[in-house]
């Protein structure tokens, strides 16, 4: 018996644990907490650990009275993308204007196309109805003609304005299995229709995967394109190019402020180099900070720390260029690295705790990692002449880095313990100062490929590779942009 | 002035602290209700090893080619293909990963020899495995597909599904179904039923056509073992229920998602219940 009995009666324990005025009391407890849903899985387990260890679970779930069931492995075969089919969606209420509609639903699919995940499926394959009618109507869908188009998902939604708002109340279908993932209502600029659809689509990235897609976040980066180096941002597809600085300053290194509302930069100015904000909302002042740190000293390419409380950076003492570490309020910075060599380009590791850097105390430069006090320092690369431009990827498996063959940069990955490690951009001409998108899918960089500096953006494995700057000018030191909802 | 215009810093610093302070509270809680759980209720041990009596029928089909030993591992498995770097991120080996792999081929294969870079590991790879002559290792891997589609070209998409596909679990040959003659009969000492090795590569080769997997599922040591039950059209009964998650809803639901994506499947010799398990290694 019982392999089906087992599994059967973990999940009655499952529910009786639900009901269960301990883990009542937890769970309600967390939703105040926290309110999210990893969390929530979590208490759903402590409920079910509470209820279900001990007499019942004597038995495996697997076990079978006729003997071994059959059983078939399936490994990955190439497809990497659902195909969504993006319903037109319906006004309600007041009029929204086809136009709006019509432009809405371009924007859903280009900002799908630029996820690469969740692709949009081609509208000539349409077999079922165009129209978000189970919406409307409250009710289900025709899975069927949509499995025939081979969609995946299916994305239907309302449209309403509010003022100078849109409301989109929108549901996600999973069409293998005819079911809701996801209805949500989201909200956006009338005017800002791009906006809107980028944020439709990272929404159907997220019930489909698990992560939110990046289409509607920004990337900063440098450009000289109208004389002095400027800090510029661009939506990560790379539209909406914009200066977010002005002046005669030269200006470098930009860095985002974990939360999104300021970018920080390097600029030469009379004296020495130090820190400034371009501001991205009202709570921030734009202008020089940290200017009582480390006085008369040069300060270069600060990073934040994943909590944004701690700023890692570069400057010099003695003649050594040295990491330092300073708190937010820029009281006391403290020196992480201390070695004659040239040790440059901080970058944490994603829970804080560790800091890959670039030093050349072998005698070339590669790539260390210490611990965020300047502890444990070891040496991670051992292959190529010329390492720099470590970047950690956000889910701290990888940390890329530019590695110079032929008197011209690569970007390679390795791993944080230095055993894996490989190419992911090759070519002729230089590929430099790789940044990773917040969902660790993408990386974006910096190329000469085409004679000139410009920034172009790729999966993390090398494919759907695009150009997102064309303009004149050098474009370099690309960053991406947290998430911000 | 430059006190200002950080001042925006401290609201962020209070709400790490709340933060922080909620999740101790919650530690708490949950080691309180763990701790009460150990006294109240004797733990009787799970009894695991059915699960691994079973991996072994899957590994070991007496006389299955020794090419399908390596089943993927979490660590090894992004190795596997030649030329498989790119999108072939190791997990670290998480506790969860191994859940049903051979238990003699847990992770640590690949960290013996730890790669100098790309090229070197290909070939280090393509030692570690023997018993797959007719691959062809590449010179310049850049992404696993990419040599999948070059492999496939070379051999004939059916032959390298062949090559990829791992051992079919030895089974009592009872079926009787019109399914053609399997390509490989003369596969030295295969033991299973050719209907059924036949049906086997259908099935997996339809899912494998049909299953959407992002590149960030890939390699990451997951497995999800899924449960449906067959009817003798191939219909599926009902939806297949996982009965054992990988730990990520969403390649457990993408499992199921491909299933019945191709529903319904080949008529099979022997319908009932049936178990996939769905890796995220790519062979």
């Given at each position: 018996?019982?392999?089906?009995?087992g599994?059967?009666?973990?999940?009655?324990?499952?529910?009786?644990?639900?009901?269960?005025?301990?883990a009542?009391?937890?769970?309600?407890?967390?939703?105040?907490?926290?309110?999210?849903?990893?969390?929530?899985g979590?208490?759903?387990?402590?409920?079910?650990?509470?209820?279900?260890v001990?007499?019942?679970?004597?038995?495996?779930?697997?076990?079978?009275?006729?003997?071994p069931?059959?059983?078939?492995?399936?490994?990955?075969?190439?497809?990497?993308?659902?195909?969504?089919?993006?319903?037109?969606?319906?006004?309600?209420g007041?009029?929204?204007?086809?136009?709006?509609?019509?432009?809405?639903?371009?924007?859903?699919?280009?900002?799908l196309?630029?996820?690469?995940?969740?692709?949009?499926?081609?509208?000539?394959?349409?077999?079922?109805?165009?129209?978000?009618?189970?919406?409307?109507g409250?009710?289900?869908?025709?899975?069927e003609?949509?499995?025939?188009s081979?969609?995946?998902?299916?994305?239907?939604?309302?449209?309403?304005?509010?003022?100078?708002?849109?409301?989109?109340?929108?549901?996600?279908w999973?069409?293998?299995?005819?079911?809701?993932?996801?209805?949500?209502?989201?909200?956006?600029?009338?005017?800002?229709?791009?906006?809107?659809?980028?944020?439709?689509?990272?929404?159907?990235?997220?019930?489909?995967?698990?992560?939110?897609?990046?289409?509607?976040?920004?990337?900063?980066f440098?450009?000289?394109?109208?004389?002095?180096?400027?800090?510029?941002?661009?939506?990560?597809?790379?539209?909406?190019?914009?200066?977010?600085?002005?002046?005669?300053?030269?200006?470098?290194?930009?860095?985002?402020?974990?939360?999104?509302?300021?970018?920080?930069y390097?600029?030469?100015g009379?004296?020495?180099?130090?820190?400034?904000l371009?501001?991205?909302?009202?709570?921030?002042?734009?202008?020089?900070?940290?200017?009582?740190?480390?006085?008369?000293?040069?300060k270069?390419?600060?990073?934040?720390?994943?909590?944004g409380?701690?700023?890692?950076?570069?400057?010099?003492v003695?003649?050594?260029?040295?990491?330092?570490?300073?708190?937010?309020?820029?009281?006391?910075?403290?020196?992480?690295?201390?070695?004659?060599?040239?040790?440059?380009?901080?970058?944490?590791?994603?829970?804080?705790?560790?800091?890959?850097?670039?030093?050349?105390?072998?005698?070339?430069?590669?790539?260390?990692?210490?611990?965020?006090?300047?502890a444990?320092?070891?040496?991670?690369?051992?292959?190529?002449?010329?390492?720099?431009?470590?970047?950690?990827?956000?889910?701290?498996r990888?940390?890329?880095?530019?590695?110079?063959?032929?008197?011209?940069?690569?970007i390679?990955?390795?791993?944080?313990?230095?055993?894996?490690?490989?190419?992911?951009?090759?070519?002729?001409?230089?590929?430099?100062?790789?940044?990773?998108?917040?969902?660790?899918?993408k990386?974006?960089?910096?190329?000469?490929?085409?004679?000139?500096?410009?920034?172009y953006?790729?999966?993390?494995?090398?494919?759907?590779?695009?150009?997102?700057?064309?303009?004149?000018?050098?474009?370099?030191?690309?960053?991406?942009?947290?998430?911000?909802? | 002035?430059?006190?200002?215009?950080?001042?925006?810093?401290?609201?962020?610093?209070?709400?790490?602290?709340?933060?922080?302070?909620?999740?101790?509270?919650?530690?708490?809680?949950?080691?309180?209700?763990?701790?009460?759980?150990?006294?109240?209720?004797p733990?009787?041990?799970?009894?695991?090893?059915?699960?691994?009596?079973?991996?072994?029928?899957?590994?070991?089909?007496?006389?299955?080619?020794?090419?399908?030993?390596?089943?993927?591992?979490?660590?090894?498995?992004?190795?596997?293909?030649?030329?498989?770097?790119?999108?072939?991120?190791?997990?670290?080996?998480?506790?969860?990963?191994?859940?049903?792999?051979?238990?003699?081929?847990?992770?640590?294969?690949?960290?013996k020899?730890?790669?100098?870079?790309?090229?070197?590991?290909?070939e280090i790879?393509?030692?570690?495995?023997?018993?797959?002559?007719?691959?062809?290792?590449?010179?310049?891997?850049?992404?696993?597909?990419?040599?999948?589609?070059a492999?496939?070209?070379?051999?004939?998409?059916?032959e390298?599904?062949?090559?990829?596909?791992?051992?079919?679990?030895?089974?009592?040959?009872?079926?009787?179904?019109?399914?053609?003659?399997?390509?490989?009969?003369?596969?030295?000492?295969?033991?299973?039923?050719?209907e059924?090795?036949?049906?086997?590569?259908?099935?997996q080769?339809?899912?494998?056509?049909?299953?959407?997997?992002?590149?960030?599922?890939?390699?990451?040591?997951?497995?999800?073992?899924?449960?449906?039950?067959?009817?003798?059209?191939?219909?599926?009964?009902?939806?297949?229920?996982?009965?054992?998650?990988?730990?990520?809803?969403?390649?457990?639901?993408?499992a199921?998602?491909?299933?019945?994506?191709?529903a319904?499947?080949?008529?099979?010799?022997?319908?009932?219940?049936?178990?996939?398990?769905?890796?995220?290694?790519?062979?």
């Open positions: 018996m019982n392999g089906q009995g599994t059967r009666m973990g999940w009655q324990c499952r529910k009786a644990a639900g009901g269960l005025p301990a009542a009391i937890l769970r309600s407890r967390w939703r105040v907490l926290a309110g999210d849903r990893p969390m929530r979590l208490v759903c387990l402590v409920a079910w650990v509470v209820g279900c001990g007499p019942a679970f004597a038995q495996d779930p697997l076990a079978d009275e006729q003997g069931v059959p059983t078939l492995e399936i490994t990955p075969g190439n497809v990497k993308a659902f195909r969504t089919a993006v319903l037109r969606f319906r006004g309600v007041p009029p929204v204007g086809e136009a709006r509609i019509v432009r809405l639903r371009e924007e859903i699919e280009r900002a196309a630029f996820s690469s995940i969740v692709l949009p499926l081609e509208r000539e394959a349409y077999l079922g109805p165009d129209d978000s009618g189970a919406l409307a409250g009710g289900g869908i025709d899975c003609p949509w499995r025939q081979g969609a995946d998902a299916l994305l239907e939604g309302a449209l309403r304005r509010e003022g100078d708002r849109l409301r989109v109340d929108l549901r996600v999973d069409v293998a299995r005819c079911k809701r993932l996801k209805i949500g209502t989201l909200a956006g600029d009338r005017d800002d229709l791009a906006g809107l659809g980028r944020i439709v689509a990272d929404e159907t990235v997220l019930a489909l995967t698990g992560t939110r897609g990046v289409s509607a976040t920004e990337i900063a440098v450009s000289d394109r109208t004389g002095p180096r400027e800090i510029y941002v661009m939506a990560a597809d790379g539209r909406d190019q914009r200066p977010a600085t002005r002046g005669d300053r030269l200006k470098m290194a930009p860095e985002w402020v974990p939360d999104g509302r300021a970018i920080l390097v600029a030469y009379a004296g020495q180099p130090g820190f400034f371009t501001s991205r909302s009202d709570q921030v002042r734009p202008g020089p900070i940290l200017r009582d740190l480390m006085p008369g000293r040069p270069y390419r600060g990073r934040f720390d994943p909590t409380q701690e700023l890692a950076f570069v400057s010099s003695d003649g050594a260029t040295e990491i330092f570490r300073v708190e937010r309020k820029g009281r006391k910075a403290r020196r992480l690295t201390n070695h004659p060599a040239i040790d440059v380009s901080p970058s944490w590791s994603p829970d804080g705790r560790q800091i890959v850097f670039v030093s050349d105390r072998s005698g070339a430069p590669q790539l260390y990692i210490m611990d965020r006090d300047g444990g320092v070891r040496r991670l690369t051992y292959t190529g002449a010329y390492n720099s431009s470590p970047a950690w990827s956000p889910d701290g990888w940390i890329a880095y530019e590695t110079r063959v032929r008197g011209q940069f690569d390679w990955l390795i791993d944080p313990t230095g055993q894996i490690n490989f190419p992911i951009v090759e070519h002729p001409r230089s590929d430099e100062a790789p940044s990773w998108s917040p969902d660790g899918r990386i974006v960089f910096s190329s000469r490929r085409r004679g000139r500096y410009d920034i953006v790729m999966d993390w494995n090398g494919e759907n590779l695009k150009r997102l700057t064309a303009r004149s000018g050098r474009n370099i030191q690309p960053v991406w942009g947290p998430q911000v909802r | 002035m430059s006190a200002g215009a950080i001042d925006w810093y401290d609201e962020s610093l209070a709400d790490h602290r709340r933060r922080l302070r909620n999740g101790i509270l919650f530690s708490l809680a949950v080691h309180a209700a763990l701790l009460a759980t150990f006294v109240i209720a733990v009787r041990p799970l009894a695991p090893m059915p699960e691994v009596l079973e991996v072994e029928l899957i590994a070991a089909p007496p006389g299955a080619p020794a090419a399908r030993r390596p089943v993927p591992r979490p660590a090894e498995a992004e190795a596997s293909p030649p030329p498989a770097e790119a999108p072939a991120p190791p997990s670290p080996p998480v506790a969860k990963a191994p859940v049903q792999v051979l238990p003699e081929e847990t992770p640590g294969r690949i960290r020899a730890p790669p100098e870079n790309g090229k070197k590991k290909a790879v393509a030692k570690a495995e023997p018993p797959r002559p007719r691959r062809r290792k590449e010179e310049k891997p850049l992404s696993y597909e990419a040599a999948m589609a492999f496939e070209k070379e051999l004939g998409p059916d390298a599904l062949d090559l990829l596909q791992p051992a079919p679990e030895a089974h009592e040959p009872d079926a009787s179904s019109g399914l053609p003659e399997p390509a490989e009969t003369n596969r030295p000492g295969d033991a299973i039923p050719p059924l090795a036949a049906w086997n590569r259908a099935v080769r339809r899912i494998r056509n049909n299953w959407v997997i992002p590149a960030g599922f890939r390699n990451r040591g997951l497995a999800t073992q899924l449960e449906l039950r067959l009817a003798a059209s191939g219909d599926l009964i009902g939806e297949p229920r996982v009965v054992r998650s990988s730990g990520d809803p969403f390649f457990d639901d993408n199921v998602r491909a299933v019945m994506k191709v319904p499947l080949p008529a099979p010799p022997e319908p009932g219940r049936q178990i996939f398990i769905f890796r995220s290694e790519a062979e």
